[in-house]
């Protein structure tokens, strides 16, 4: 599934784009006056392959939700146990990633992709609510201090979960995917692949994550520095730095945004869980990149330079560090308005508006 999604992935199309480019100069406004809109509205006909590209919607959100080995060296204070806790409050609708999908309209998917501890019952919840899908590859990875996070072969089923998780939000008629995560430690293993996929100083690709003091902060630096050192994971191998460093939340959401791309509808990527995950699935399928757009800039040092790396601007910046797909979805508006400009705003011949 992995190689074939892969082969599926093209590059944006290039006449697509041009119609865009040329109608964008035809509607009633000054050239460039709508800014980061107006290449974006472009990208996204290439990813369509069609002038204007279809609206956005309706939207999906896909929380992978992961526990990780390396907890047990003291890089967060929170126990572990909070993942599960959380997939129960998504599922019942009190989660900010909730109230924000409300607001836009947009269904929310939990995977279970590799937690630890026994998962609340699932509460009795409108079939319209967030659903929970079951497809644990492992009780959450191993220290990537001590050993490998997980095997290829879990690296790999990880990605296909999200692949698959990909195709069935298309199949049932989403529009736009959006990413969301969930998995205590788990901006650990993103500063390890964010280091490992743009060679950047673990230092600068670590963050405080939930807000850590200073000497647990010290103490992240330092574990993401000592796995990368006992791995040496190849960038040019993506599958192998998931399995050495990487969560199982991550490689699913390489996958979502794999599986996104090859059915050519964009994915908006959230904070620096999702960014750390785009890293590898350009490493697979550098096309990738034309599906994906960068919902925020997290406040995680981590995102920026994933970003940077990936060649993508985000659309706003507000400080977040929240993950569960929250500025994904505050974003989501800002996507929808570029394209339906192309939709509905008049040209100037058709208007009776005079250029200048």
């Known amino acids: ?12 199309d290039e006449a ?14 000054p050239a460039g006056s709508l800014g980061a809109l107006e290449p974006l509205s472009v990208r996204l ?11 956005p919607e309706p939207a999906a959100v896909a929380i992978f939700a992961g526990d990780h080995g390396v907890h047990a060296q003291g890089v967060t204070p929170w126990p572990q146990e909070v993942t599960a806790q959380m997939i129960g409050n998504f599922l019942a609708g009190g989660a900010v990633v909730n109230a924000f999908a409300r607001q836009a309209g947009a269904s929310v998917t939990v995977v279970d992709v590799g937690v630890a501890t026994p998962l609340p019952a ?5 079939p319209a609510g967030p659903r929970l899908v079951a497809a644990n590859v492992r009780p959450g990875t191993r220290d990537m201090t001590v050993t490998a996070a997980l095997t290829r072969d879990e690296a790999r089923a990880a990605v296909e979960t999200g692949i698959r998780v990909a195709g069935d939000l298309v199949d049932a008629g989403a529009g736009i995917l959006l990413t969301g995560d969930m998995g205590i430690a788990n901006t650990t293993p993103a500063a390890a692949l964010i280091a490992a996929f743009t060679g950047v100083d673990p230092a600068a690709a670590t963050g ?10 010290a103490r992240k630096v330092g574990v993401v ?17 998931l399995a050495a460093v990487g969560g199982l939340e991550h490689a699913a959401l390489a996958g979502l945004v794999l599986g996104a791309a090859a059915r050519r509808v964009p994915v908006l990527l959230d904070g620096v869980i999702a960014v750390s995950a785009a890293l590898a699935a350009a490493a697979f399928a ?27 601007d985000p659309l706003i910046d507000l400080g977040l560090r929240l993950g569960e797909g929250t500025g994904a979805l505050l974003a989501l508006p800002v996507v929808t308005g570029a394209v339906r400009v192309l939709h509905e705003v008049a040209t100037f011949d058709s208007a009776g508006v005079a250029e200048k």
């Open 208 to 217: 405080r994550g939930t807000g850590v003091d200073d000497e647990t902060y």
């Open 286 to 312: 550098p096309d990738a990149v034309g599906a994906m757009v960068a919902g925020h800039r997290s406040a995680e040092p981590g995102a920026t330079a994933a970003l940077r790396h990936l060649g993508l």
């Open 45 to 55: 006909a290439g990813l369509a392959g069609t002038c204007p590209p279809p609206l």
């Open 122 to 126: 699932d509460p009795a919840a409108d």
């Open 225 to 241: 520095r000592a796995a990368l050192d006992r791995h040496a994971p190849d960038p040019a191998d993506p599958l192998g730095v």
């Open 16 to 29: 697509a784009m041009a119609a865009a480019r040329e109608l964008q100069g035809r509607l009633t406004k």
């Open 1 to 12: 599934m992995l190689e074939s999604t892969v082969a599926a992935i093209r590059p944006l």
